[in-house]
């Protein structure tokens, strides 16, 4: 396999680790110099990066206004002339699109799928046939502005200026429209991304015309999976309206009061405003109408659109606070605080007004001591963003894993990808257990971890679970998922065998060193898909044969999940010395993982999967690390960097695909500050900062972060230490710097024997 890429890996070395500059810009600031945000971090900020792309480039995020995880997500949703929506409208909003449909409330952050954007408002200068208003309303990117908490646009056609903010559980609307027009306001009850996902909505005019109260059934491409999702509704307008209405399908209803059916909506009419802007509220809710009225009120939605705006951007000041870098350039600073701001943005917070939430069995429970989220995107997530967040943000992470066992609880299982109120089901593995491992592992105690661990042993060894692992009973016996029992079994095999890593690490943390055995055992059952022949890790039937035939760059291909041979080569990283033994040992190992990259280096970036190193998908954002455990940490810096440069920038297609609830974004984050997490462990590895300082700012003690000499070139690390001790291999514990502390490395342009 080696020989057949030698030529072409030789040509692609010199593409690969050259050119690491962004064009037209030089290094901003320095040791001592300014750090960047500290006198406006929201600026640093550029909410339009990952709303462009094409095909499996999207990066599927939105541009509208929330608040830090807040439930409200305020954003315009867009589509073709012809009101046809396509894949790459996952957040809703497409940056190449050339219409807005509506403005709805609920927002998918960066999922490969199409589902939520409901109660979608819209500004117009009639009540049009409801036919009409499918195509949308044109829009340019010349009258549009977004910012934390903020997101504006002009529609030239009406001549209305739209802008919007948020609270956590409510969207605030303010429209300039032309000053001697009569304004109408549509409301639409029935609003959904994905085709046919209104099973049912409602909408009643109330208050004497002031106020909309409504619900939608939401069957999206996720929600369907569990029955749908319900969203309640109450819309304020803060003026006095001289009409309203609503309609059902096709037929408007002058002074009609209520509506039903799967196409469904109201409106207001009010007098020309003279160039006084017209505001509206938006409570929502996903308990019931009283509930979002509550909500409302509980927010302060009744503060002016400023006052909400400026709250909004004064939660984003605070939340983005957590780490401040020095140098770099200025695309480079808003690419990583863009990425910060990404991760702040879900998982969701679904605590209502007095505690209330709706759980995964669809009932309403309390948040005692906690706040209940939900939204975890597990498969994707595991990897980088609850890490990060046990880094950043301990307080959260545990509400995270509280919720988790709230959900398995309430549920009866252990969820795999909960989405708003139920589990979709997506995916394989059962990943929960990992954020339980690292949380736990990492200092965050403040959870039941016995009740965490019982429930891993559950969803690992107990058949027929719902979101358990497939095909379990096949595992249990032969090491490995059959072909025959479950499609995908390489990459289920390989999944299960790294859960069962973080199951024997939480188990040994906790003293069960009989389960720590057990599962540690279960742990090497990655090697039970390894074919020694084309040192690939392949599906095998029942009786132990190799499915055949084995493409290694067919991208799903049956046997493995989103991915290809080639990227599922390397799923093995919480055993790399065995992963390495499988190749041969580390020369062999290296060279066929550079090999890999140097293919990916070589190929353009398409809309299609990248045959090789695919970073806008998640089994193989970890292979850059790899080089550090087999002896050259150089490797790692150098391809670290290419993924940094290569895969992101300051633009909307400057993600490589979906964001996946923060995963690539958090990738990004751990990558530019110089080291990576081995989930479900206390290990991370080092790679090749960006900055020349960085600062976490965290509860237990800072983390600062030197890198002197970093730059476009100087991706080489020459010396480390870590505390005001030399750190002489390129990875270090958690302990080590779980009270905060110094980390320090000294940069050059050629590689070093540092670390080997």
């Known amino acids: 396999m080696t020989r057949r890429f030698s030529t072409t890996a030789a040509l692609a070395a010199a593409l690969l680790f050259s050119n690491l500059a962004p064009a037209g810009e030089a290094p901003a600031g320095g040791p001592g110099g300014e750090v960047a945000g500290a006198v406006d971090r929201l600026a640093e900020v550029n909410p339009f990066i990952g709303t462009g792309g094409a095909g499996f480039g999207c990066g599927g995020l939105y541009p509208g206004a929330q608040v830090p995880f807040g439930m409200a997500r305020v954003s315009p949703d867009t589509g073709l002339a012809k009101g046809r929506l396509r894949g790459r409208n996952f957040g809703g909003y497409h940056f190449q699109d050339t219409h807005v449909r509506a403005f709805s409330h609920t927002h998918c952050a960066g999922a490969g799928v ?13 009540i049009e046939p409801p036919a009409a208003r499918k195509y949308g309303v044109p829009f340019t990117h010349e009258g ?21 903010t948020a609270t956590a559980r409510c969207g605030a609307h303010r429209y300039t429209f032309p000053p001697d027009q009569p304004a109408y306001l549509l409301i639409d009850a029935s609003a959904a991304l994905a085709t046919g996902a209104c099973a049912r909505a409602e909408v009643e005019v109330a208050e004497g015309g002031r106020e909309v109260r409504g619900l939608i059934l939401n069957k999206g491409e996720f929600s369907r999976g569990y029955g749908g999702c319900t969203v309640y509704f109450v819309v304020r307008a803060r003026a006095e309206p001289t009409a309203h209405g609503v309609w059902e399908g096709e037929a408007p209803r002058p002074g009609g009061v209520a509506a039903s059916g799967t196409s469904v ?139 988790l066992l709230a959900m398995e609880e309430q549920g009866g299982f252990l969820p795999r990808w909960p989405q708003a109120t139920g589990e979709s089901g997506s995916m394989i593995g059962t990943h929960a257990v990992v954020v339980f491992a690292d949380t736990w592992l990492k200092g965050v105690r403040d959870f039941d971890a016995e009740r965490a661990l019982a429930a891993s042993i559950r969803a690992a060894t107990v058949p027929g679970q719902r979101s358990g692992r497939g095909a379990v009973e096949h595992y249990l016996t032969k090491g490995y998922v059959p072909a025959d029992a479950a499609r995908d079994g390489c990459s289920h095999t390989l999944e299960y065998a790294y859960d069962d890593f973080a199951i024997a690490n939480l188990a040994a943390a906790l003293g069960r060193n009989d389960v720590a055995e057990r599962f540690r055992s279960m742990a090497k059952n990655y090697r039970n898909v390894w074919d020694p022949e084309t040192r690939f890790f392949r599906s095998r039937k029942a009786d132990g044969s190799w499915v055949l035939p084995l493409r290694p760059t067919n991208v799903f291909d049956n046997q493995y999940v989103e991915g290809d041979a080639w990227h599922w080569r390397w799923f093995a990283p919480h055993d790399a010395p065995g ?32 045959k090789y190193y695919w970073h806008g998908n998640e089994p193989d954002i970890h292979a850059a690390y790899l080089f550090n455990e087999a002896g050259r940490p150089d490797l790692t810096q150098q391809c670290a960097r290419w993924v940094m440069h290569k895969k992101y920038r300051d633009a909307p297609d400057g993600l490589d695909g ?75 514990d958690h302990a080590d710097i779980a009270a905060g502390g110094r980390l320090e490395f000294q940069m050059g342009t050629a590689p070093s024997a540092w670390g080997r």
């Open 114 to 126: 199409m589902d939520m954007g409901n109660v979608g408002l819209m500004p117009a200068l009639t």
């Open 144 to 164: 549009e502005t977004a910012a934390p908490g903020y997101y504006a646009v002009t529609l030239p056609g009406p001549g209305v200026r739209v802008e919007l």
């Open 265 to 403: 909506g109201a409106w207001f009419t009010f007098a020309p405003r003279g160039g006084e802007p017209l505001e509206a509220r938006v409570g929502i809710s996903f308990v019931s109408v009283e509930q979002a009225a509550k909500n409302l009120e509980a927010d302060g939605a009744d503060r002016s659109f400023d006052d909400l705006r400026a709250a909004a951007a004064s939660a984003w000041e605070r939340a983005l606070s957590v780490v401040s870098v020095t140098g770099g350039t200025p695309s480079q600073r808003r690419v990583f605080t863009t990425a910060l701001y990404h991760v702040m943005q879900s998982p969701t917070n679904f605590t209502e007004a007095g505690g209330v939430y709706r759980g995964i069995d669809q009932r309403e429970h309390e948040a005692k001591g906690f706040l209940y989220h939900t939204d975890f995107s597990l498969w994707d997530t595991f990897r980088t963003l609850h890490p990060l967040m046990v880094l950043l943000a301990p307080d959260r992470a545990r509400d995270y894993v509280r919720s």
């Open 579 to 610: 992963l390495i033994a499988l190749f041969g040992g580390p020369e062999p190992f290296v060279q066929e993982l550079r090999a890999f990259f140097s293919q990916a280096a070589a190929a353009p970036d398409t809309a299609f999967p990248d």
């Open 658 to 732: 979906n964001d996946d609830y923060g995963t690539l974004s958090a990738w990004h984050l751990f990558s530019a500050l110089g080291f990576y997490p081995v989930p479900g462990s206390t290990r991370y590895l080092v790679g090749s900062p960006i900055f020349e300082r960085a600062l976490l700012r965290r509860a237990a003690g800072d983390l600062e972060i030197i890198a002197r000499g970093a730059g476009p070139t100087a991706l080489y690390v020459q010396s480390a230490a870590l505390n005001g001790k030399p750190l002489d291999k390129p990875w270090f």
